[in-house]
C-alpha cells in the first residue's frame, strides 16, 4: 500500500487509488476499496447528491451483487425496500389476468429477497457517508477536472478556487454517461440508433400502493413502469416515441406524466397515482446502449455508466455498475494495477454488455413500439417465451447475462421469437 501522506486540504496529495465520480459506482469501490486497508480519494462534481432521474430499481443479480460487496445491509438499512413480485399489467392482459401471471421473483433467484429499490440519491448519500467513515477523503464540489494516464496517473482538479494535482497508482474514472474521463483519453464510444425515450419521476401520496409489487406494461402509446420506493413513494417511468416529445416536454410536463398513468384502462391502481403528487424532476433520455470496447488506459480504468450504457429501458445499470464494482475491485486488491490484470474485467464486460443490449433491444421492440401490429407481436412473443417456454435473453434482466445460455442471444433465437 501506498502511505496516504496528507488528507483532503493538500494540494498534492498521493492515494493508491483516485476515483473520479462519487455516485454507486465510483463510492461502492471508495467503500470496498477502503475496507482493504488502501488510501482513497474520491473527486465529485456535484455538492451533494440530487435527483437527475436514474436507477432506483436494483436487479435480483445486482442484489447478489450487493451482498458478495457487503452492501446490502446498509442500503436496507437505509429505507431500501424490496419489490418481490412483478406484475404484467397491459392492454393484452388487464387487471386479473395479470395478477395471474405474476412473476415472483424468489422462486427465480432463491439467495435473494427480490429486486431492492430505493431513492438514487438517497444510496449515494448512505454509500458516500460509509466510504468517509471509513477514511476516504471524498472531496465534493469540484470541477475542472483533468485526468493524466500513463505510469504515474495523476488527476488535477479545482476545489474552492485552488488547483489542485493528487497523485496515485491507478483513476477510476466512475463520472458516468458523459464521463469526462473518457472523454480526455479519447476512448471510442460505439452506440445503437436511438429507439425511444424514457423518462422517470418521483411521486408520493400513493398510500395503498403494495410496497412489494412492481408493475411493467404497455397500453396505447406508453410502455410504462412503477417501482415502490418506501413509504407512499413509487418511481414512475414512461417509454414513449420521439413523435409525442411535445407531451412530455414543457411547463405541463409532470401533469402530463400523471394523467398518462391516470389513463391507464389495464392498471386497477390508475388511480391511486393519479391522486398523487410529483417530488422530483422529470426528466427524459434517449434510451440507445452506448459501450466501449476498452474501458482502460495506462493507468485508468473506467467502471459503471462511464465504460458503457445499457438501455435503461430494462433498468440493468446498477447491477452493471456493481458487477464492475466487484471486478475491478477484486483485480486491485489482488496487486493488480497494470492495464494488463483488469483484462478479465474487460473481456467480461464486453461480453456482459453485449447480452444486455441484445435483451434491451428485443424490450424495446416489444414494450415501446406502439399500435395494433405491435400490440398483437407482443401478445404473441410474450406468450412464445413465458408459455411455450422458447429461449429467450429476456431472463437475463433478473437473474444476470452470465446465467442465461449463450445460445439465447443468438440472432436465430431472436428471429424465431419474432416470426410472424
Ligand atoms: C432514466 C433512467 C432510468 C434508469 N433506471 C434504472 C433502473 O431502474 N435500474 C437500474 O439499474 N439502472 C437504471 N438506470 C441506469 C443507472 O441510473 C446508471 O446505470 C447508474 O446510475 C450508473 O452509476 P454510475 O455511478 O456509474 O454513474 P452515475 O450514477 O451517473 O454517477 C456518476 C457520478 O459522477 C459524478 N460526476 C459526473 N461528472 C463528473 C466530473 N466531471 N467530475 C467529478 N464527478 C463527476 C456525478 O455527479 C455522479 O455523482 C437508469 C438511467 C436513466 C437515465
Redesign the pocket.
Known amino acids: 500500500m501506498v502511505e496516504h501522506e496528507v488528507g483532503r486540504d493538500s494540494q498534492n496529495s498521493h492515494f493508491d487509488i483516485i476515483i ?7 463510492s461502492s469501490l471508495a467503500i470496498v476499496l477502503a475496507r482493504n486497508g488502501l488510501a482513497i480519494g474520491v ?4 455538492p451533494q ?1 440530487v435527483d437527475r ?7 435480483p443479480w ?1 442484489v447478489i451483487e450487493l451482498k458478495k460487496l457487503g452492501l446490502l445491509d446498509l442500503l436496507t438499512g437505509a429505507g431500501g425496500v424490496f419489490s418481490r413480485r412483478n406484475v404484467p399489467y397491459d392492454e393484452n392482459m388487464p387487471g386479473e389476468q395479470a395478477l395471474a401471471n405474476a412473476l415472483t421473483f424468489c422462486n427465480l433467484i432463491p439467495e435473494v429477497e427480490g429486486a431492492l429499490c430505493m431513492g ?1 440519491p438517497a444510496m ?1 448519500r448512505v454509500l458516500a457517508a460509509e466510504a468517509e467513515r471509513l477514511g476516504v477523503t471524498f472531496v465534493r464540489d ?1 470541477e475542472d ?1 483533468e485526468v493524466k494516464a500513463g505510469a504515474r496517473p495523476a488527476v488535477a482538479f479545482s476545489h474552492d478556487g485552488i488547483r489542485s494535482e493528487w497523485q496515485t497508482r491507478l483513476v477510476v474514472g ?7 474521463v473518457r472523454r480526455q483519453l479519447a476512448m471510442n464510444v460505439l452506440a445503437d440508433p436511438p429507439h425511444n425515450l ?3 419521476m418521483l411521486v408520493d401520496g400513493v398510500p395503498e400502493w403494495p410496497q412489494e409489487m412492481q408493475v411493467i406494461g404497455t397500453e396505447g402509446r406508453i410502455h410504462f413502469l412503477v ?1 415502490p420506493q418506501g413509504d407512499d413513494r413509487v418511481r414512475l ?1 414512461l417509454c414513449y416515441d420521439f413523435a409525442d416529445k411535445a407531451l412530455y416536454s414543457g411547463a405541463n410536463r409532470k401533469s402530463n406524466l400523471i394523467g398518462a398513468f391516470a389513463r391507464l384502462r389495464c392498471l386497477p391502481q390508475a388511480s391511486m397515482i393519479a391522486a398523487s403528487r410529483a417530488i422530483g424532476p422529470f ?3 434517449s434510451n440507445e446502449d452506448r459501450w466501449v470496447e476498452d474501458p482502460t488506459a495506462t493507468g485508468v480504468v473506467l ?4 465504460a458503457g ?1 445499457n438501455d ?1 429501458i430494462t ?7 456493481l458487477r464492475d464494482v466487484r471486478l475491478v475491485s477484486e483485480i486491485i486488491v489482488a496487486g493488480g494495477y497494470d492495464r494488463l490484470s483488469f483484462r478479465p474485467y474487460v473481456a467480461e464486460r464486453l461480453e456482459r454488455m453485449r447480452r444486455l443490449r441484445i435483451t434491451a433491444r428485443l424490450s424495446a421492440k416489444l414494450r415501446a413500439e406502439f399500435g395494433e401490429e405491435a400490440r398483437k407481436r407482443r401478445a404473441i412473443v410474450l406468450r412464445r417465451i413465458f408459455v411455450d417456454r422458447m429461449p429467450a435473453p429476456s431472463a437475463a434482466t433478473l437473474i444476470g447475462p452470465d446465467r442465461v445460455p449463450s445460445v439465447n442471444f443468438e440472432q436465430a433465437t431472436i428471429d424465431a421469437l419474432l416470426a410472424p
Do not use: T
Open positions: 473520479v465520480g462519487g455516485g454507486i459506482a465510483g473527486l465529485e462534481r456535484d447528491p432521474v436514474r436507477g432506483e430499481f436494483m436487479a445486482g438514487h449515494c469540484i477536472v466512475a463520472d458516468g454517461r458523459n464521463s469526462v424514457l423518462g422517470g417501482f417511468y426528466n427524459s433520455f467502471i459503471g455508466d462511464a450504457h435503461p433498468g440493468q445499470g446498477l447491477s452493471i455498475a
